[in-house]
């Protein structure tokens, strides 16, 4: 018996990774390079403390929208929970999701994601992205198995009214209840 050996297997290949795990990678050091290209490109013709205060702005910006996105989150959830029978009313601008994200793409240094950040913040680009996404989601995951497809089933359940099921809570720490055959406390 040795330690440390791998087992061989019929097919001794490594498992292939999908086309997007390929690309992703690729993808985000391309993004990277154009960010600080652009960034040395405005520095080049604006000044350093120029390219400072857009980057220090688009934090503070950011970081304030993330604040306004998170406590209207929060207020809904504190409404539903204090009204238990009825389901939130829909926003009139839809959820805090793609707020959030332009947020935090305006918190992260550069200037392609704070352009992309603001597409998120500006409504009528912000319905744009969430019906295109949303077809998205439903084409992937809705009809697929996996993790993706569930969260997706259980969101549109839980949106869409879902099914309740009716039950009993019984709880460990109580002494039972005195039934018909159960034991009789003395008077």
Same mark, same amino acid.
């Given at each position: 018996m040795t330690f440390g050996a791998q087992q061989q297997t019929l097919n001794s290949r490594p498992p292939r990774r999908g086309r997007a795990r390929r690309l992703i990678p690729l993808g985000v050091a391309v993004w990277a390079v154009l960010e600080i290209w652009l960034l040395t490109l405005v520095a080049g013709e604006a000044g350093g403390w120029t390219v400072f205060a857009l980057l220090v702005g688009g934090v503070v910006a950011g970081s304030y929208v993330i604040k306004r996105a998170g406590r209207r989150a929060w207020q809904r959830l504190t409404q539903s929970l204090q009204t238990p029978g009825a389901a939130p009313a829909p926003e009139p601008g839809g959820g805090n999701a793609l707020t959030?994200? /332009?947020? !935090?793409? $305006?918190?992260? +240094?550069?200037?392609?994601?704070?352009?992309? /950040?603001? !597409?998120? $913040?500006?409504p +009528?680009?912000?319905a744009l992205l969430r019906r295109t996404l949303g077809r998205r989601l439903e084409r992937a995951g809705a009809g697929g198995p996996g993790p993706l497809g569930e969260a997706f089933r259980q969101a549109q359940a839980g949106r869409s009214g879902g099914k309740v099921v009716q039950g009993e809570v019984i709880r460990d720490d109580e002494p039972p209840a005195p039934g018909p055959g159960g034991p009789q406390l003395p008077r």
């Open positions: 959030m994200l /332009g947020g !935090l793409l $305006l918190m992260v +240094p550069g200037l392609i994601s704070d352009a992309a /950040g603001l !597409l998120c $913040l500006f +009528p680009t912000r």
